[in-house]
């Protein structure tokens, strides 16, 4: 028991997940043996009140997140992996719990500011042509015309996507999304080069787009995405008429359009070949140039193009903490999330100082 609240196992499984640690690994480090633990987990046991400090403790979390009641968690359908098919399964558990966490802070932090409204449409594909209107009508809610995007991250930001990483995991995912009331988008703690980053979000945006309620990671929703990506950064009609149509390749002004649209020369020849403007044999010589000329991942200009870095989740977090000194922890305990627990799920330091004075409590139960 916990005060006058039962301890709820699949909350320790919940927490334990999310940190990457196995019933040995925690075991370890409250003194407990892996059966203990695992009966803990599937409410066979109920623990002392110093056995459940010890695992509030090692898990970053607060003794009262083990009475919690959890909104429903993050299920395989929306969230979407690249690469999925490799990715190892104590990996996509740790995400869905840590997304799963992380939707709850970002709940009661809904319910304490006005966030943008979510807007992202639900367009199902099926053709190539399918895919290139889901752009086109994506661009067109979002009025952003059919020129260069200047900031992709503020894009799904305005769109009402929240955007932060898991450290220690969003590194071997690259990149992925989870399909949320307010969705959440994880980049890579690794700083990839700009161009990279940019596709990375119009690629998650397309599966927020097209492949709701659709389990993705296979080649088939993995080609739409990036098509979608493409279609999206490099709208079709603006393309046909920049890219330079000439029997060989023009770098020159193949550069040129990075540097203006800020998308890579490789996604460049890509959108090209996609659009039948290039030949089999030119796209093929156009890769065979950036490999031998070592850019196939670094490429000329990445270090010109600044990369851009999300704004809502630490905007917010500011924004409250400014008006409400101590709102954010309180949030936070609230989630049942101590420092630790709180920058593995949101990639952010909690705001210094005590969550303690009641005189400027924001509610969180009205916007």
């Not at 925690?26 to 599937?42: F, H, K, M």
């Not at 700083?191 to 088939?220: N, Q, S």
């Not at 203006?260 to 659009?275: F, G, N, P, Q, T």
Request: charged share 25%.
């Amino acid at each position: 028991m916990v005060g006058t609240q039962v301890f709820d196992g699949e909350r320790l499984r919940l927490a334990r997940v999310a940190k990457g640690f196995t019933l040995d690994e925690l075991g370890n480090r409250v003194s407990a043996t892996r059966q203990y633990l695992n009966q803990l987990e599937q409410g066979i046991k109920l623990p002392t009140e110093e056995m459940v400090e010890a695992l509030a403790a090692a898990l970053g979390v607060t003794v009262r997140f083990f009475t919690l009641s959890a909104r429903g968690g993050v299920s395989a359908e929306q969230c979407h992996f690249r690469k999925q098919r490799t990715t190892p399964v104590s990996v996509v558990s740790q995400v869905l719990a840590r997304g799963t966490l992380l939707d709850g802070f970002v709940d009661r932090l809904d319910r304490a500011l006005e966030l943008p409204k979510v807007s992202f449409p639900d367009i199902p594909v099926k053709s190539t042509a399918d895919i290139e209107d889901a752009a086109e009508q994506a661009r067109e809610q979002w009025m952003l015309g059919t020129g260069p995007i200047s900031n992709m991250m503020r894009v799904v930001e305005n769109a009402g996507a929240v955007v932060s990483f898991f450290g220690g995991v969003s590194e071997r995912v690259d990149a992925l999304s989870i399909d949320r009331p307010r969705p959440m988008i994880i980049r890579s703690e690794a700083k990839p080069a700009a161009c990279r980053l940019r596709f990375d979000l119009a690629h998650e945006c397309g599966h927020l787009v097209m492949h709701k309620g659709i389990v993705t990671g296979d080649k088939v929703t993995e080609d739409q995405a990036n098509r979608f990506a493409s279609a999206f950064l490099l709208p079709r009609s603006a393309f046909i008429h920049e890219f330079p149509h000439s029997r060989m390749l023009n770098w020159t002004a193949i550069f040129e359009m990075k540097l203006r649209w800020k998308v890579s020369a490789s996604a460049i020849l890509r959108r090209a070949y996609d659009l039948k403007i290039l030949t089999a044999d030119q796209y093929r010589t156009g890769y065979i140039h950036l490999s031998k000329t070592g850019q196939r991942k670094f490429e000329r200009y990445d270090d010109v193009i600044v990369a851009e870095e999300p704004e809502l989740l630490s905007s917010a977090i500011a924004a409250l903490e400014h008006a409400y000194p101590g709102a954010v922890r309180r949030i936070a305990a609230d989630a049942g999330f101590e420092d630790d627990m709180f920058e593995s799920v949101a990639g952010l330091g909690l705001p210094e100082g005590s969550g303690s004075d009641s005189t400027n409590v924001v509610s969180i139960m009205r916007r």
